[in-house]
Protein backbone atom coordinates (compact mmCIF):
# COMPACT_ATOMS: atom_id res chain seq x y z
CA UNK A 1 0.00 0.00 0.00
CA UNK A 2 1.26 3.22 -0.74
CA UNK A 3 0.76 6.22 1.18
CA UNK A 4 -1.71 9.02 -0.69
CA UNK A 5 -0.17 11.83 -2.64
CA UNK A 6 -0.10 14.45 0.43
CA UNK A 7 -0.37 18.16 -1.05
CA UNK A 8 -1.60 17.54 -3.95
CA UNK A 9 -5.23 18.28 -4.61
CA UNK A 10 -7.56 15.24 -5.21
CA UNK A 11 -11.35 15.28 -5.41
CA UNK A 12 -12.99 11.67 -4.44
CA UNK A 13 -14.72 10.13 -7.35
CA UNK A 14 -17.97 10.33 -6.90
CA UNK A 15 -20.26 6.84 -5.96
CA UNK A 16 -21.65 7.08 -9.49
CA UNK A 17 -17.96 6.79 -11.16
CA UNK A 18 -16.82 3.53 -9.30
CA UNK A 19 -16.45 1.20 -11.60
CA UNK A 20 -14.76 -1.89 -11.41
CA UNK A 21 -10.89 -1.10 -11.55
CA UNK A 22 -11.20 2.53 -11.48
CA UNK A 23 -11.93 2.86 -7.65
CA UNK A 24 -8.52 3.92 -6.58
CA UNK A 25 -7.49 7.77 -6.97
CA UNK A 26 -9.65 10.83 -7.74
CA UNK A 27 -9.60 13.75 -10.25
CA UNK A 28 -6.87 15.92 -10.47
CA UNK A 29 -7.74 19.61 -8.96
CA UNK A 30 -6.52 22.85 -10.88
CA UNK A 31 -5.75 21.05 -14.33
CA UNK A 32 -7.12 22.16 -17.03
CA UNK A 33 -6.73 22.81 -20.99
CA UNK A 34 -7.47 25.33 -23.49
CA UNK A 35 -10.75 24.78 -25.09
CA UNK A 36 -11.30 21.80 -27.19
CA UNK A 37 -7.09 20.77 -27.33
CA UNK A 38 -4.75 19.19 -25.20
CA UNK A 39 -2.93 22.34 -24.44
CA UNK A 40 -2.15 22.72 -20.70
CA UNK A 41 -3.28 26.07 -19.13
CA UNK A 42 -0.32 28.18 -17.77
CA UNK A 43 -2.56 27.76 -14.19
CA UNK A 44 -2.49 23.89 -14.03
CA UNK A 45 1.58 24.04 -13.88
CA UNK A 46 1.44 24.60 -9.96
CA UNK A 47 -1.10 21.50 -9.28
CA UNK A 48 1.66 19.33 -12.28
CA UNK A 49 4.72 20.68 -9.95
CA UNK A 50 2.93 19.29 -6.68
CA UNK A 51 2.38 15.94 -8.08
CA UNK A 52 5.86 15.83 -9.23
CA UNK A 53 7.04 16.92 -6.17
CA UNK A 54 4.84 14.03 -4.06
CA UNK A 55 5.70 11.10 -6.52
CA UNK A 56 9.97 12.09 -5.81
CA UNK A 57 9.36 11.42 -2.70
CA UNK A 58 7.94 8.21 -3.17
CA UNK A 59 10.00 6.92 -5.90
CA UNK A 60 8.39 3.36 -5.98
CA UNK A 61 4.78 4.88 -7.08
CA UNK A 62 3.38 4.25 -10.57
CA UNK A 63 0.22 6.47 -11.81
CA UNK A 64 -1.97 6.01 -14.42
CA UNK A 65 -3.29 8.73 -15.58
CA UNK A 66 -6.73 8.89 -17.11
CA UNK A 67 -8.25 11.79 -19.13
CA UNK A 68 -12.00 11.94 -19.54
CA UNK A 69 -13.73 14.81 -21.69
CA UNK A 70 -17.74 15.32 -21.45
CA UNK A 71 -20.49 14.72 -24.46
CA UNK A 72 -20.11 17.39 -26.86
CA UNK A 73 -17.48 15.93 -29.34
CA UNK A 74 -18.35 12.62 -31.35
CA UNK A 75 -17.70 9.27 -29.13
CA UNK A 76 -14.34 8.83 -31.29
CA UNK A 77 -13.49 12.67 -31.04
CA UNK A 78 -13.72 12.58 -27.44
CA UNK A 79 -11.84 9.17 -27.09
CA UNK A 80 -8.94 10.81 -28.88
CA UNK A 81 -8.89 14.29 -26.89
CA UNK A 82 -9.27 12.29 -23.79
CA UNK A 83 -5.95 10.51 -24.82
CA UNK A 84 -4.47 13.61 -26.21
CA UNK A 85 -4.60 15.19 -22.49
CA UNK A 86 -3.82 12.33 -20.72
CA UNK A 87 -0.50 12.35 -22.99
CA UNK A 88 -0.44 15.56 -22.16
CA UNK A 89 -0.37 15.82 -18.82
CA UNK A 90 2.32 12.76 -18.60
CA UNK A 91 4.74 14.69 -21.04
CA UNK A 92 4.43 17.61 -18.47
CA UNK A 93 5.15 15.24 -15.72
CA UNK A 94 8.47 13.89 -17.45
CA UNK A 95 9.39 17.82 -18.57
CA UNK A 96 9.40 18.26 -15.16
CA UNK A 97 12.06 15.02 -14.26
CA UNK A 98 9.06 12.26 -13.46
CA UNK A 99 10.44 9.02 -14.88
CA UNK A 100 7.90 8.08 -17.90
CA UNK A 101 8.21 4.85 -16.98
CA UNK A 102 6.31 5.25 -13.71
CA UNK A 103 3.10 6.72 -15.50
CA UNK A 104 0.78 5.16 -17.80
CA UNK A 105 -1.82 7.41 -19.75
CA UNK A 106 -5.37 6.11 -20.59
CA UNK A 107 -8.41 7.93 -22.28
CA UNK A 108 -11.81 7.52 -21.55
CA UNK A 109 -13.47 9.96 -23.60
CA UNK A 110 -16.94 11.03 -22.23
CA UNK A 111 -17.47 7.13 -20.91
CA UNK A 112 -17.39 7.57 -17.26
CA UNK A 113 -19.02 11.02 -16.68
CA UNK A 114 -19.74 12.20 -13.51
CA UNK A 115 -21.73 14.74 -14.02
CA UNK A 116 -25.14 14.67 -16.30
CA UNK A 117 -23.32 17.15 -19.51
CA UNK A 118 -26.67 19.23 -18.98
CA UNK A 119 -25.01 22.75 -18.46
CA UNK A 120 -21.73 23.77 -18.75
CA UNK A 121 -20.48 23.89 -14.80
CA UNK A 122 -21.50 19.74 -15.50
CA UNK A 123 -19.35 19.52 -18.76
CA UNK A 124 -16.55 21.17 -16.95
CA UNK A 125 -16.59 18.11 -13.87
CA UNK A 126 -16.68 15.58 -16.94
CA UNK A 127 -13.71 17.53 -18.91
CA UNK A 128 -11.03 15.70 -16.19
CA UNK A 129 -7.97 14.12 -15.49
CA UNK A 130 -7.63 11.14 -12.38
CA UNK A 131 -4.97 10.05 -11.35
CA UNK A 132 -4.69 6.23 -10.14
CA UNK A 133 -2.26 4.67 -8.01
CA UNK A 134 -0.64 1.53 -9.61
CA UNK A 135 -0.14 -1.75 -6.56
CA UNK A 136 3.33 -2.69 -7.60
Known amino acids: VFPPLS ?19 GILQNVNFKGDSAMLTVESEPALQSVRDQLNKFPGVSLIVMGHTDNKLSDEES ?51 ELRVLDQ
Open 7 to 25: GVKIEPLPKSAYVAGLSLG
Open 79 to 129: LTLSVKRANSVVNHLVSLGVDAKRMKAEGYGASLPIAQNMTDADRRRNQRI
